[in-house]
């Protein structure tokens, strides 16, 4: 499975911008979790929202309740994240990455998008 990433840009705080993240695959993915995570400059990668693939169990982090939502195409085999009202704070790489089907370890990673929040 490869991923790519984008969406990524410049945006002033208080804006919005949605990441895409689409799988290539031979086939449709089921039973898998998927999960953005970002690493800003000089600080460890953190996890910013996963869920699987049925939507069932989402995590959040605290960081990005409220703001930030993750979504699917089944059909198009693409995950988005949808983040709102940016904070300067959100600046950072934001990759994309999928479990194989059954396994919660990410096995998949996309490249990386810069997403820079200008106060």
């Known amino acids: 499975v490869q991923l790519q990433a984008s969406g990524g840009g410049v945006v002033q705080a208080g804006g919005s911008l949605r990441l895409s993240c689409a799988a290539a695959?031979?086939?449709?993915?089921?039973?898998?979790?998927m999960g953005w995570f970002r690493q800003a400059p000089g600080k460890e990668r953190e996890r910013v929202v996963s869920?699987?693939?049925?939507?069932?169990?989402?995590y959040y982090a605290d960081s990005v309740k409220g703001r930030f939502t993750i979504s699917r195409d089944n059909a198009k085999n693409t995950v988005y994240l949808q983040m709102n009202n940016l904070e300067p704070e959100d600046t950072a790489v934001y990759s994309c990455?999928?479990?194989?089907?059954?396994?919660?370890?990410?096995?998949?990673w996309g490249q990386g998008t810069l997403v820079t929040v200008s106060s």
């Open positions: 869920s699987s693939w049925s939507g069932d169990s989402t």
């Open positions: 695959s031979e086939r449709t993915l089921t039973n898998v979790v």
């Open positions: 990455a999928i479990s194989k089907p059954n396994t919660i370890s990410f096995a998949y």
